[in-house]
């Protein structure tokens, strides 16, 4: 019976569309970045299929600008996405019964934007599957490829995009995604959450004093990560 009543593909594609207009917004923004970065229309495609990380593709977008030396871009991009080994392994607990293949599909396609809705639904108590978070991640991954592309294609008729603020798309959804996870939490874990969001904010303060931002936004987010499971074991 338990199997009749689990989340389907379906499911999950429904629970991505309240975050496809983000997508779209962010994606055609980071296509208009990509195109003003002097790349080709195939080149914007192919980070967004290949790369597939919007804060990511802005940073090579504007490294390239600079001329960056190829392995100061990879290195770069690694450190940006290094966030994806605490999101894969805060998702792996819910995910355990199913194949190794499909956490491997789950964790491919996993994005900060897909990870906030899937992990919204286990904090409250919500059943999740294998089929319902590939329904997200696949939504999700066809939605930015598209906004890319046709971020590209407006790019030719918007040669600075910092203009329109367009750069600051990507921060400008994280709030959103932040906003909406504090007040659909109804339990007790809310001020526990707030105290943990606090101290990462004041940890990367004086992390980016001493370190790279990528690795101040990293040691952070662990940090605080830690004092989370801490305080709710002592509670």
């Not at 802005?58 to 690694?78: H, M």
């Amino acid at each position: 019976m338990e199997k009749e009543n689990e989340l389907s593909f379906y499911d999950g594609v429904k629970a991505c569309l309240p975050t496809v207009l983000g997508y779209a917004g962010i994606g055609i923004a980071a296509g208009v970045v990509g195109k003003a970065s002097h790349l080709s229309l195939l080149e914007v495609a192919l980070l967004a299929i290949i790369v597939y990380a919007g804060a990511a593709q802005f940073i090579i977008s504007g490294l390239l600008l600079l001329q960056s030396p190829i392995s100061a871009i990879i290195f770069t991009t690694f450190l940006i996405n290094s966030r994806h080994f605490l999101m894969s392994m805060a998702e792996a607990p819910h995910f355990k019964k199913y194949s190794l293949w499909n956490n491997i599909g789950i964790g491919a396609l996993l994005t900060d934007e897909t990870f906030g809705v899937s992990m919204n639904q286990i904090g409250n108590k919500k059943p999740v599957s294998a089929k319902w978070m590939h329904g997200i991640n696949v939504t999700a991954y066809l939605a930015w490829i598209v906004a890319c592309i046709v971020g590209a294609f407006i790019g030719n008729w918007l040669p600075n995009p910092e203009q329109f603020g367009l750069d600051f798309a990507l921060s400008a959804m994280f709030i959103g995604l932040l906003y909406l996870q504090v007040v659909s939490d109804k339990s007790k874990k809310m001020s526990t959450s707030l105290f943990v969001m606090l101290l990462v904010a004041l940890f990367l303060i004086v992390f980016m004093r001493v370190m790279s931002p990528e690795l101040a936004i990293l040691t952070a987010t662990l940090l605080g990560c830690l004092m989370g499971v801490i305080l709710e074991k002592w509670r």
